[in-house]
């Protein structure tokens, strides 16, 4: 085992070192004299070669007449000195004076990483005889120097990766050296190497320019490599070697890396900028305390008058092009609508003052004075025309017809008319156009025919223009509509022909309950006489806008049978005294006149409104929320659903005008039809100490039958006048109410009951929308 291997070489040590001692070389245990000399000295250029001086050598040391370690101690000191200054002279001699072969260096003998001779490469050549320059020439012609290029680029780009490829190592040697020997051959390619790393070295310009004319004077580059602007060819524009994946690849990570950092240093330029900024105006704040936010209220009012300024340019630009082009010949219009009622009430009172003077007989002109005031007078009418266009947003607009406002209509209803004027005879039909119409959202067409006929026995007449008055029920104003030609055209009509077309009306209004007609259309058309041999009117008379008129005479676009209101005529109730003593002082109220005999209950198309106490916190403004716009109610199984929006392009904040939209849709959730009779609202505005109520016969003018399921919905508008509470509340007006209906038996006509039913409709509020959140 190991352990008895130890204690045997362990004993024999022992048995050795016994025996010496008994040798009586020892005089004194104590005393040492030193029987060898330890001085060992190795070689640095081969280490396999080491010396070794003064190894202990007993015997040689016995022969030479040694008797014991102290007889010695001199002696070995002397040796000792001596073998110190032998070994200093033996490494001195060596290594004294010697020097690299390579680079020319002193050798270190103690250096433990000596030179070597490093191998042949690009930058470490076998050394070469170098030509002198003055002895360069060029000793081939330019095509054995292009055959010798292309005999480079084959063996560089094909010969040399193939042999490697197929492991031919005496091959791929004997290929290189060709390539080498035909690279010499060439000397252009030696100055073009020297050219090159001239340059990129930064070397003196006059050497450059020496390298150049050197390479000039051979010859310059065979043909196929092009030196371009650099001056010199690189290895790859020599043996035409394209770009590799890898180096591709590699040019693309660096223009990227290139591209982040530029990147990267903009953005920590511009955080730099931002910090500077921010304590630059953090200093401007503590010197300066709100000036600041006082320069940005006031840059945020310059921008939005500026932008307020050039919508209105913007809108007073497009109304003077619409009513220059609606209104011909009319004398330019002021700007400002004051202006425009300014110099149209001017022009009225100058009107009405001539008049009167012509009718008292105290004109002096006599008939000049009448044709000065009748162009007076249109030009009044013009000038109102434009005030009233102004007025409507560019739309020509003029007041209308009393009858057709209160929709109490004084004239003969009548769907037609016909009207001869000079020569001409204008009739027209109309009709509703059911198809086109969408009565739930007050859209109604009609469908108007006019036939125009030249009774003269032997004049050519030329449409030119038409000019339409239209007045829907209810409505105050009347709009006008003119323009050149007749559907686009200018028909020239002979002796005895006929022109006719038909054209559509669509009108945004309500059936009342007082007449059956929509609206009121009368108008007229501009015409020429055509002299003999004209084929057609003059520039000259189109200009003109036509030398005469031919009357449309007046005609109604009427309600067809279902589309009409049918009041509801309720059964005569007992009252007592008092409720119609009440009755009556509202009736007077509303009719502003003195109490006379009561009319008919069926007359009027609905109840005067009265009031009510109004709620508490509607008059205070103190509306708790929520604050609701909508409501959904299910009373006597009907369902009556309501919501609110905000018309703002009708509403006027300045004016404290506010206009609102609902939608109200009522479901018949029974197993009965049921028929809608009456309604009645309670509208109560902020601030207000009393509720007004709306109450009147049917539903937008009619009292639609609803059967088991089906529904019934509309819109309708509030026009409000109210000054906003904004500081307490958004709630503008709340309003709650009922819809009175009758049920019917199973043929759905006739009433179960002469007694209604109410189907309540939830309370809710109009609500301004900028302050709801």
Same mark, same amino acid.
């Given at each position: ?210 390298? /150049?004319?050197?390479? #000039? $004077? !051979? %010859?310059?580059? =065979? *043909? +196929?490599? &092009?030196?371009?602007?650099? @001056? ?121 003052? /001539?008049?009167?003077? #012509? $009718? !008292? %007989?105290?004109? =002096? *002109? +006599?008939? &000049?004075?009448?044709?000065? @005031? ?131 009306? =669509? ?140 018309? =703002? ?125």
């Amino acid at each position: 085992s190991r352990d008895e291997n130890k204690m045997k070489l362990t004993a024999i040590a022992v048995a050795a070192f016994l025996a010496e001692a008994r040798s009586g070389l020892f005089v004194s245990a104590f005393t040492a004299s030193s029987p060898y000399h330890r001085s060992a000295v190795l070689t640095p250029i081969s280490s396999n070669k080491a010396v070794a001086v003064g190894r202990f050598d007993f015997q040689h040391w016995m022969a030479a007449g040694g008797q014991s370690y102290l007889d010695d101690d001199e002696d070995d000191d002397e040796e000792d000195e001596d073998d110190d200054d032998d070994d200093d002279e033996l490494v001195a001699s060596r290594y004294s004076g010697a020097k690299s072969p390579f680079t020319g260096l002193k050798l270190d003998p103690w250096d433990p990483n000596p030179l070597i001779k490093p191998r042949p490469s690009r930058y470490f050549k076998d050394k070469e005889e170098m030509i002198a320059d003055d002895q360069l020439v060029q000793t081939m012609s330019a095509d054995e120097r292009k055959e010798n290029l292309a005999v480079m680029r084959q063996i560089r780009k094909s010969d040399l990766p193939d042999l490697r490829m197929r492991k031919d190592h005496a091959g791929w040697v004997e290929a290189n050296n060709d390539l080498k020997r035909r690279y010499a051959r060439d000397p252009w390619f030696g100055v073009n190497e020297r050219l090159r790393d001239a340059i990129q070295l930064g070397e003196p310009q006059e050497k450059i320019d020496y390298l /150049k004319g050197l390479a #000039a $004077k !051979l %010859g310059g580059p =065979p *043909e +196929g490599i &092009d030196v371009g602007a650099k @001056g010199y060819a690189v290895h790859t524009e020599i043996y035409d070697i394209g770009i590799s994946a890898s180096r591709a690849a590699g040019i693309l990570e660096r223009e990227i890396r290139m591209d982040r950092a530029a990147r990267g240093r903009a953005m920590m330029a511009e955080r730099r900028k931002n910090l500077e900024k921010a304590q630059q105006q953090y200093e401007e704040d503590m010197r300066f305390p709100g000036l600041r936010e006082d320069k940005e209220a006031k840059e945020r009012r310059e921008r939005t008058m500026r932008r307020l300024m050039g919508e209105i340019e913007e809108d007073n630009k497009k109304k003077r092009e619409r009513a220059k082009d609606i209104l011909g010949k009319l004398p330019e219009t002021p700007e400002s609508r004051t202006k425009a009622m300014e110099k149209a009430l001017q022009e009225a009172r100058e009107e009405v003052k /001539k008049i009167r003077r #012509a $009718k !008292l %007989g105290k004109d =002096p *002109e +006599g008939d &000049d004075t009448r044709s000065t @005031g009748a162009s007076s007078g249109s030009s009044a009418a013009r000038a109102r025309e434009a005030a009233a266009a102004e007025a409507a947003g560019g739309r020509p607009r003029l007041p209308g017809d009393d009858d057709v406002t209160r929709g109490e209509i004084d004239f003969p209803v009548k769907p037609s008319s016909s009207a001869t004027t000079g020569p001409l005879l204008v009739e027209v039909s109309s009709v509703y156009n059911k198809e086109q119409s969408d009565p739930p959202m007050r859209k109604h067409c009609f469908q108007y025919t006019i036939r125009i006929t030249n009774n003269s026995p032997t004049d050519t007449i030329q449409l030119l223009g038409r000019r339409f008055e239209i007045q829907t029920v209810g409505s105050s104003m009347k709009d006008i509509v003119q323009g050149e030609g007749v559907t686009g055209r200018t028909p020239i009509l002979k002796p005895g022909e006929t022109f006719e077309y038909t054209s559509t009306a =669509p009108l945004s209004v309500r059936p009342i309950g007082t007449t059956i007609i929509a609206a009121r259309m009368r108008g007229e058309y501009r015409y020429v006489t055509l002299a003999k041999g004209q084929e057609t009117a003059s520039e000259e008379q189109i200009k003109s806008g036509g030398e005469s008129t031919a009357e449309l005479e007046t005609f109604h676009f009427i309600f067809p049978e279902d589309q009409r209101v049918k009041p509801f005529r309720a059964e005569d109730e007992e009252e007592d005294e008092d409720d119609d003593d009440d009755d009556d002082e509202v009736a007077a109220k509303a009719k502003s006149a003195p109490a006379a005999t009561p009319r008919p209950a069926s007359t009027p198309s609905a109840t005067p409104a009265s009031t009510l106490p109004g709620d508490e916190d509607m008059k205070t403004g103190n509306v708790s929320p929520p604050f609701m716009d909508s409501s959904e109610t299910v009373s006597e199984s009907v369902k009556v659903a309501v919501t609110s929006s905000y018309r =703002p392009e009708r509403s006027d904040a300045g004016l404290d005008k506010h206009c609102f939209a609902y939608n109200i849709r009522i479901t018949n959730e029974s197993k009965q039809p049921i028929q809608l009779v009456s309604r009645r609202f309670e509208i109560q505005t902020i601030g207000s100490e009393n509720k007004d109520v709306v109450q009147g016969p049917g539903v937008t003018g009619r009292q639609p039958i609803l059967k088991p399921g089906e529904s019934f919905e509309y819109t309708s508008t509030a026009p409000l006048s109210v000054k906003p509470m904004l500081d307490k509340t958004p709630v503008v007006a709340r309003m709650q109410g009922e819809y009175n209906f009758v049920v019917l038996g199973d043929d759905g006509t006739t009433p179960l009951s002469s007694t209604p039913l109410q189907a309540k409709l939830g309370m809710f509020h109009f609500i301004l929308p900028a302050l709801a959140s």
